[in-house]
């Protein structure tokens, strides 16, 4: 499950790429690389389609054993 991590500091939103100054970062156990945020929204956005990729991941497995 991901893991929020509170930074101030001037960078993009990975969601929409907006600049901010205050970010939501996130660091995931399945990702090394921190991702920053503008608002809980894109987080809150991020975070579902992840879920959706880690679920199908788990159904391919299943279909190739």
Do not use: D, H
């Not at 907006?18 to 991020?46: D, H, L, M």
Request: positive net charge; hydrophobic residues 35%.
């Amino acid at each position: 499950m991901p893991m929020e991590i509170n930074a101030k500091a001037g960078e993009r939103c990975f969601v929409c790429g907006k600049i901010i100054r205050e970010a939501v970062i996130v660091k995931t156990c399945c990702n090394n690389k921190p991702r920053s945020f503008c608002s809980q929204a894109c987080y809150q956005k991020w975070k579902a389609e992840w879920m959706r990729r880690q679920e199908q991941i788990g159904r391919e497995r299943r279909v190739l054993l």
